[in-house]
């Protein structure tokens, strides 16, 4: 099997091969930039540990819900993955699953059916922006040829409050907490902090200690760039190296040159880097928070991480300058850049949607983000693919849960119309999605870049003020979330649930252990209040 020869959707292998992990999710106090803080974390980690696997072994992750003082439930989603015979292993409270309640755990077991770079997250409320979050490898056929991987390198903008805290902003109606802004950026979990500039009293070490990562002169390095932040657009560099492309999200791409790499919430990038420099050299790895109103703000947003090479004095601090970035602010690169190694048309669609994104104030004064002028609200207690099961489709009770129903249509197209001043990293579950035009403005209707094989991913950057169309095949029956990924966004409502093949949910078999879920947090919520104060994404 190659990446350009073999269907990644139709084609993946079954290995046997099982690779077990076991998570415990506890409160603990840590101090990644040298600000001591208490944060959830997984195993005791920040960030998470690394999830590794073969291209079609099966994972398999057992999670102990342990979170205290106070108690909440929770969940784990397994960003970009399919879950095609899997569609409850999704991890997403109130669509696929109920949370996982206090004291009870739970087993997530899936097939690697891709391989490439990813991340797993909480999927409950903003708990991701707490600690919850950690990589996810799957290794499979390469398209360019390298000698060193180096593993994950995940970018990600830092807050130093509880990220319950800053959502009561959020969803709040104080005008001025509507775009919480972070503390730091990290780079792998790691960077310096000013601590003269705290004011609260709170622990702090200055200099805390930086990623730091080695170059081999002459040969070629594979990085796997993530963005796990809440919020922030990264702009990422290595400063007199020239990055190739290799592929985004799970999708292999026809290779290609560039000193700057754009990653919105949840995009991943694949890199090699030839190590041009002598032996004795060292270089700034960089990553910066985008800035202005098309993204959200950040108080210190520039992460650093140290490259030495093999003869290099590993005492020293780098004294390179960065790379001039004239790309975009707040939009990933053209279209026409980013080509699928393995080619598919997309065709015309069967049924097509416009969705229009805004957003206001509602009936008590609370910021909200709509679609369509719905605000969505999740169902902790119900979860939307189990109604399905039963044949219940329509959800004529509770609007606000943003179903539409696409029935056995066999293509979905979605025209989406930004009608706000900030871009929107738009993820959708279940799918790699053909992304056809996207800008500023609006659509003119008929323009697809490259139609004969369109851009794929399950993430991508919508512009401020501007459009995204994408399209995708319906091969994969179930409830599956088009969403912001931006925290504070996708908990202000930015969210719809895409109905898909219902007459075909009712054939699947969803084990027990769903419904028990159900009732374990039935019976937790029978005797808690839960503090959904936000749409519970």
């Known amino acids: 099997m190659s990446a350009s020869n073999t269907d990644p959707y139709t084609q993946s292998p079954t290995t046997g091969v099982v690779r077990t992990y076991d998570f415990t999710i506890a409160r603990g106090t840590v101090a990644p930039d040298g600000y001591q803080r208490s944060m959830m974390l997984i195993n005791g980690q920040y960030p998470g540990p690394t999830i590794e696997a073969n291209w079609g072994d099966t994972i398999q992750v057992t999670v102990h819900n342990q979170i205290a003082n106070p108690e909440e439930g929770t969940t784990m989603h397994w960003h970009g993955f399919l879950q095609q015979y899997s569609q409850w292993e999704d991890g997403v409270p109130g669509v696929s699953q109920c949370p996982i309640a206090p004291g009870s ?27 919850l979050w950690g990589p996810l490898i799957v290794h499979g056929p390469t398209n360019v040829a390298y000698d060193v991987d180096l593993g994950p390198v995940t970018l990600n903008d830092y807050y130093h409050r509880d990220y319950f805290s800053i959502l009561e902003g959020v969803m709040g109606t104080d005008r001025t907490k509507f775009r919480p802004a972070s503390d730091n950026n990290l780079i792998n979990g790691k960077m310096n902090f000013d601590c003269s500039s705290i004011a609260d009293g709170a622990s702090c070490t200055s200099n805390a200690g930086l990623s730091t990562f080695q170059f081999t002169s002459g040969k070629t390095h594979r990085l796997r760039l993530i963005n796990t932040s809440a919020a922030s657009i990264q702009k990422f560099s290595i400063d007199n190296h020239t990055m190739t492309v290799m592929a985004h999200d799970y999708v292999p791409l026809e290779p290609y040159d560039t000193t700057v790499v754009t990653l919105g919430v949840g995009q991943r990038t694949d890199v090699v880097v030839r190590a041009t420099g002598r032996p004795t050299d060292a270089y700034w790895m960089r990553s910066t928070l985008s800035s202005g109103q098309c993204t959200e703000p950040g108080n210190q947003p520039y992460a650093l991480a140290t490259i030495y090479y093999e003869k290099s004095n590993t005492s020293a601090v780098p004294n390179s300058i960065a790379q001039v970035d004239n790309t975009s602010p ?25 969705i229009e994104v805004n957003f206001g104030l509602n009936a008590t004064g609370h910021f909200v983000w709509t679609m369509n002028n719905s605000t969505f609200r999740s169902n902790y207690n119900d979860p939307l693919l189990l109604l399905a099961k039963t044949g219940n489709t329509s959800y004529p009770y509770n609007a606000e849960r943003n179903v539409y129903d696409f029935n056995s249509n066999s293509s979905i197209r979605i025209h989406l119309k930004n009608r706000t001043p ?14 056809l035009a996207e800008g500023t403005g609006d659509w003119d209707g008929s323009t697809i870049v490259n139609p004969n094989n369109p851009n794929r991913r399950d993430t991508q950057i919508m512009q401020a ?13 179930g409830i599956w979330p088009l969403h912001c990924h931006i925290a504070w966004h996708v908990s202000g409502g930015l969210h719809v649930n895409i109905l898909e093949r219902p007459a075909d949910i009712r054939r699947l078999g969803i084990p027990s252990t769903m419904y028990q879920q159900c009732r374990d947090w039935a019976a937790y919520t029978g005797k808690n209040v839960v503090a959904q104060i936000d749409s519970g994404l």
């Open 465 to 477: 003020n501007g459009y995204l169309v994408i399209q995708w095949d319906s091969d994969n029956p």
């Open 422 to 435: 900030t871009s929107h990293p738009m993820h959708l579950h279940g799918h790699n999605m053909f992304v």
């Open 105 to 131: 755990s739970f087993t997530y077991r899936f097939k690697a059916s891709l391989y490439g770079s990813s991340w797993y997250h909480s999927h409950y409320s903003a708990q991701y922006a707490g600690g």
């Open 330 to 354: 707040c939009a990933n690169d053209a279209l026409s850049k980013s080509i699928p190694l393995y080619k598919i048309a997309s065709g015309s669609p069967a049924t097509t949607a416009d």
